[in-house]
């Protein structure tokens, strides 16, 4: 979505690890994040200025990478595990919905002949 000279974007991306990740050697693991883009258009019409906010801390742990230090953080670690899965399958389950709702009303308006009265 955009307004004015601004451009707001939020993706989510999904892979599989098989290749190097930075320093990190592929572990084969389904990987899935969600990140907000924001870029400044400039007045040549290119982009200015882009900054984007990641879901970093879950992709190392899909990746491996960052787990509990200690037994004692283990339960913490898991219960946010837990809590985030749910949230991602929440937050897919309401757009996926809200896709449905505007596929419905946007085929309600074509068989109607596009006509509203």
């Not at 307004?3 to 050697?25: A, W, Y």
């Not at 990140?35 to 200015?48: F, T």
């Not at 900054?51 to 801390?57: C, E, H, T, V």
Request: with cysteine; proline share 3%; charged share 20%.
């Amino acid at each position: 979505m955009g307004s004015g000279n601004k451009v707001i974007s939020v993706v989510e991306v999904t892979s599989k690890h098989t290749g190097d990740f930075l320093v990190i050697p592929p572990s084969g693991n389904r990987i899935s994040y969600q990140a907000v883009h924001i870029q400044r258009i400039g007045d040549d019409g290119k982009i200015a200025e882009h900054k984007s906010i990641r879901d970093d801390l879950s992709l190392m742990v899909q990746l491996g990478v960052v787990g509990p230090n200690s037994a004692q953080y283990e339960p913490l670690f898991q219960a946010w595990k837990e809590f985030k899965d749910w949230f991602d399958r929440l937050y897919l389950l309401h757009v996926r919905s809200r896709q449905m709702i505007y596929c419905n009303l946007l085929s309600a308006f074509l068989t109607e002949g596009g006509t509203k009265s």
